[in-house]
C-alpha cells in the first residue's frame, strides 16, 4: 500500500520549468562524465514514463557529436500482462523506435520477455506449480528479473559497467523509501547509488523525490517528446480507479490514482486485482477482459479446495509433512488439463468481444504450448498427448505440432485398455503407464544405465494405495524419526559412561 504524502506546494515552491531545466542539465552532466552506457527501465507507467521522458528531453539539447553512446530501454513483458497495457507499452516502444530514428537520438527500445521455460503457463499448466503465493512466490524471478538481468549483464559485460536510470520514487512506499535509504549512504554522487543486486552497475534515479501529483504535473504539461499521447496514459490509469478520477491539485481527502498498480493479471498474491476490476467495471468499452477477471478468481482458489486439485505428492514423489498434515505438491493432470481449457476458452471469448487493437491476442504462446505438450508426455510420461486433443476442442482448429505416436510407448486404445484393467485405480493406472514409458526410453539405448534407479523411483511415487495411506506411512515415519532421535542422547551418554578413563 502506498504511503504517499501530497506536498502543499507543489516541487517544494520551485517551478516546473525550473526543476525540469535543473534535472536535464544534470543528466547531460552525468550521460557526457563517461562512456558507461545507460539502461533505462521502462514499464509503461507514469514514474517510467518521466524519467524516460526527462532523459530524451536532454539528449535532444546536446549536440548530436555528444550523443556517443547508447541508451537502452528496456521493458519486460511477463506475457501475463494486463492486455491494455500490453498493448500499450508495445505500441509505445514501437513509436519510440521511429522517433529515436527520425530525431538522430541514441535510445533503442527493447522488449523482454521470459524464456519459454520460465513463463507462468509453462510452469503452472505444464509443471504444475500452483497459482503463486507469498511464501511460494516463484512467478517474479522467473518472469521479471531474470529478463532484464540477463539484458543488463551483457550490456556490462560488452561494456564494463552500466548505469541504470529508474523511475523510482521513496513515496511509492515505505519499503521504497527504506531501499532507497540504505543505499544513499554508499552514494557516488546525488541520486546515483550503487545497485545492490547487480556487480559493476550503478542506479541513477532522477525524480526519486517526486509525488506522484508532481509526475503527473509535469507528464500532462510536457509533451511526450516520442510522439505517444500523456493525456492516454492518463486515462488508461483513469480506468483502473474505482472512482474514474485521476486528479492533479488535489486537497487530502481526495485520492490519487497514482496509486493505481498494473500488474500480471493472473496475479494471486494481492487479493484482488482492483486495477483491472475498475477497466472491467468502467463501461462496455472494458468488458472484454471480464473472461480474464473470472480466470484470474478461479486460479486464486485456497484450503480444501486447492488441496483438491493438487496432488497429495511432492514434484520429487515424496510425502512431506507441515505439522501432522499433508504439504500438497503439484497440480494434478486433471487440474493442469482444466486450467489449459479454461486459458483456451477464454482467450477465444477474448478475442471474439476485444476492440481491434487487442483481436489478435494471445494469453498463451504457440511456443508454450509445445513446451507444455513436451513437459506432459516426456517428463510426467502422460502418454495419452492430450493437449492437441484440448485445442482441438476449445479452439476448433488442429494443434500445429507433429503426431508423438513414434515416440510414445502406448497408442490411445492401448492407453484405454490400461485405464480398463486398472479398474478405477487413479494410482495404479499411472504408476503402470510411467513404467512403460521408462521401459520405452530405455529400450532404445546402448547403455542402459540408470534403468533401475528410475524404475524404483516410478514403483516408490505409487507405492501407496491413496492419500490416506501415505498420510499414515508419512506420520509413522516422522514418529519413528522421533523416536530415534530421542533415544540418541541416552545412547550416547551410555557410550560415554563405558568409555574407559
Same mark, same amino acid.
Given at each position: 500500500m ?17 526543476v525540469?531545466?535543473d /534535472? ?14 545507460w539502461v533505462?527501465?521502462?514499464s509503461?507507467?507514469?514514474d517510467?514514463t ?7 528531453l536532454?539528449l ?7 550523443r ?17 497495457v ?10 519510440m523506435?521511429q522517433a529515436?530514428?527520425?530525431?538522430q ?6 522488449r523482454?520477455t521470459?524464456?519459454v ?6 510452469n503452472?499448466?505444464?509443471r504444475?506449480?500452483?497459482a503463486?503465493?507469498?511464501k ?6 522467473r ?6 538481468n540477463?539484458f543488463i549483464?551483457?550490456?556490462?559485460r560488452?561494456?564494463g ?12 512506499s ?6 532507497m ?8 554522487q ?5 545497485n545492490?543486486n547487480l556487480p559493476n552497475s ?8 517526486w ?7 509535469? /507528464?500532462?504539461q510536457q509533451p511526450n517528446p516520442w510522439g505517444h499521447p ?24 481526495t485520492?490519487?490514482?497514482?496509486d493505481?498498480r ?5 496475479c ?6 482492483k ?8 463501461g ?5 477482459m471480464?473472461?480474464?477477471?473470472k480466470?484470474?478468481?478461479?486460479l486464486?482458489v ?9 496432488d497429495?505428492?511432492?514434484?520429487n514423489g ?7 498434515r499433508?504439504?500438497h505438491?503439484p ?11 479454461q486459458?483456451?476458452?477464454a ?10 487493437y487487442v ?5 498463451i ?17 502422460e ?8 485445442y ?7 494443434f500445429?505440432?507433429r503426431?508423438l505416436?513414434e ?8 492407453i484405454d485398455?490400461?485405464r480398463?484393467?486398472c ?5 495404479l493406472?499411472t ?10 526410453k530405455?529400450?532404445?539405448m ?14 516408490k511415487?505409487?507405492f ?8 499414515a506411512?508419512?506420520?509413522k515415519?516422522?514418529?519413528l524419526n522421533e523416536?530415534?532421535a530421542d533415544?540418541?542422547?541416552?545412547i ?10
Open positions: 502506498s504511503t504517499a504524502t501530497r506536498r502543499a506546494v507543489p516541487f517544494e515552491g520551485s517551478s516546473l520549468a525550473k525540469t531545466a /534535472l536535464k542539465e544534470e543528466i547531460r552532466e552525468l550521460y557526457t562524465a563517461d562512456e558507461v552506457p533505462i527501465g521502462y509503461g507507467g507514469k517510467s518521466a524519467t524516460l521522458q526527462l532523459v530524451w536532454a535532444q539539447e546536446l549536440p548530436a557529436e555528444q556517443t553512446k547508447t541508451v537502452y530501454v528496456i521493458s519486460t513483458d511477463t506475457l501475463v500482462e494486463n492486455p491494455v500490453a498493448s500499450w507499452v508495445s505500441q509505445s516502444l514501437e513509436t523506435r529515436a530514428v527520425e530525431q537520438l541514441p535510445i533503442e527500445p527493447n523482454l521470459p524464456k521455460q520460465d513463463t507462468f503457463w509453462v503452472l499448466i505444464g504444475g506449480y500452483p503463486p503465493r507469498p511460494f512466490r516463484w512467478c517474479t524471478e518472469m521479471k528479473i531474470r529478463p532484464s540477463t549483464r551483457k550490456v556490462v560488452r561494456h559497467e552500466a548505469i541504470l536510470v529508474l523511475g523510482i520514487r521513496k513515496q511509492e515505505q519499503a521504497r523509501a527504506r531501499a535509504a540504505k543505499h544513499e549512504k554508499r552514494r557516488v546525488e541520486r546515483l547509488s550503487p545492490g550503478l542506479v541513477y534515479s532522477p525524480i526519486e523525490d509525488s506522484n501529483d508532481e509526475v503527473w504535473t509535469f /507528464l500532462m500523456n493525456k492516454d496514459l492518463l486515462t488508461m490509469y483513469q480506468s483502473a480507479t474505482e472512482d474514474q478520477e485521476c486528479p492533479l491539485v488535489v486537497d487530502d481527502s485520492p490519487s490514482c497514482g493505481s498494473f500488474g500480471c493479471w493472473t494471486t498474491l494481492v487479493d484482488q486485482d486495477s483491472m476490476a475498475a477497466m472491467v467495471n468502467s462496455e468499452e472494458m468488458v472484454w471480464a473472461p480474464l477477471l480466470l484470474r478468481d478461479k486464486d485456497s484450503g480444501e479446495e486447492e488441496h483438491k486439485l493438487r497429495f505428492r511432492k514434484m515424496s510425502i512431506q509433512l507441515f505439522g501432522e499433508i504439504v505438491g497440480y494434478t493432470q486433471k487440474a493442469r488439463e482444466d486450467w489449459l481449457r486459458l483456451l476458452e482467450q477465444s471469448r477474448v478475442r471474439a468481444d476485444a476492440p481491434e483481436r489478435g491476442i494471445e494469453l504462446t504457440t511456443e508454450e504450448l509445445h513446451e507444455i505438450r513436451r513437459l506432459w508426455v516426456f517428463e510426467k510420461h502418454v495419452e498427448d492430450s493437449l492437441p486433443r484440448i482441438k476442442e476449445e479452439t476448433g482448429e488442429d500445429p505440432g503426431p505416436d515416440h510414445l510407448a502406448l497408442g490411445a486404445g492401448e485398455l490400461l480398463e484393467v479398474d478405477g485405480d487413479d494410482l493406472f504408476t503402470a503407464r510411467e513404467l512403460l514409458e521408462v521401459e520405452r530405455f529400450r532404445t546402448t547403455r542402459r544405465s540408470g534403468l533401475f534407479e528410475a524404475l524404483e523411483k516410478t514403483v511415487r505409487g501407496f494405495e491413496d492419500k490416506a495411506d501415505a498420510h506411512y508419512a506420520l515415519k516422522k514418529q523416536e530415534i533415544r540418541l542422547p541416552l550416547e551418554d551410555e557410550d560415554s559412561a563405558d568409555a574407559p578413563a
